[in-house]
């Protein structure tokens, strides 16, 4: 038999009050099952004008400040982020049958913060993030090769390869965060952390 936290759902929910140490449980243990990219997750984003999308990126770094990733931040996701900072995130490990959708705002990251993740990127990927118009339109593949090319002779210098400005971290500072565990007959279990005005975490079952 399963054991049990003291609201009654499965242990691997723990009785932690903060929501942050749950997830680092979580994202260990999905570290340790999911056979790619465990830091996976889809980000919902929404326009000025109200119009949702939704793409897969990866998470880079989390703390009790929020969940950070890097993306241009002239590509879809940046304008609409710099439009309306409200937006979701969702982790799913097929591995270990949970979820966890976390929302709230979002906020540019420091330079310093930018520099150095930037600099611990491969040089390619440096390379690519000079190359590529994010979410711009492609006359064909060649102009993207084109463009590496020129930018590899450019900063033909691997370990000097300045970060540019439109290239970034985005951090979403969570007011929701919910965990979710996948259940027999499609009764799941579902825990929910939102935040009050004083800045604590009140913690609440959902049905499923």
């Given amino acids: 038999?399963?054991?049990?936290?003291?609201?009654?759902?499965?242990?691997?929910?723990?009785?932690?009050?903060?929501?942050?140490?749950?997830?680092?449980?979580?994202?260990?243990?999905?570290?340790?099952?999911?056979?790619?990219?465990?830091?996976?997750?889809?980000?919902?984003?929404?326009?000025?004008?109200?119009?949702?999308?939704?793409?897969?990126?990866?998470?880079k770094d989390f703390n009790q400040n929020g969940f950070v990733f890097y993306t241009n931040l002239n590509s879809q996701k940046g304008n609409e982020l710099k439009e309306n900072p409200n937006a979701a995130m969702c982790f799913h490990w097929k591995s270990l049958l949970r979820q966890i959708r976390i929302s709230g705002t979002i906020t540019q990251v420091d330079?310093?913060?930018?520099?150095?993740?930037?600099?611990?990127?491969?040089?390619?990927?440096?390379?690519?993030?000079?190359?590529?118009?994010?979410?711009?339109?492609?006359k064909n593949r060649d102009e993207l090769k084109k463009s590496i090319k020129e930018f590899k002779q450019k900063f033909n210098d691997k370990?000097?390869?300045?970060?540019?400005?439109?290239?970034?971290?985005?951090?979403?500072?969570?007011?929701?965060?919910e965990f979710w565990l996948d259940g027999d007959n499609r009764i799941h279990e579902r825990l929910n952390y939102t935040i009050d005005k004083s800045g604590n975490w009140i913690k609440s079952l959902l049905s499923p």
């Fill in 159 to 177: 370990n000097n390869v300045p970060r540019p400005s439109h290239w970034s971290g985005w951090n979403l500072s969570p007011t929701r965060i």
């Fill in 111 to 138: 330079d310093i913060v930018a520099d150095q993740y930037y600099n611990s990127r491969g040089y390619d990927s440096r390379i690519g993030a000079w190359a590529s118009n994010q979410s711009n339109e492609l």
């Fill in 1 to 59: 038999m399963n054991q049990k936290n003291s609201l009654g759902l499965n242990n691997c929910f723990l009785d932690l009050d903060d929501p942050i140490e749950l997830f680092k449980v979580w994202m260990d243990e999905a570290k340790e099952s999911e056979p790619n990219d465990s830091n996976a997750l889809s980000l919902a984003t929404s326009s000025g004008n109200n119009l949702p999308s939704v793409r897969m990126v990866l998470l």
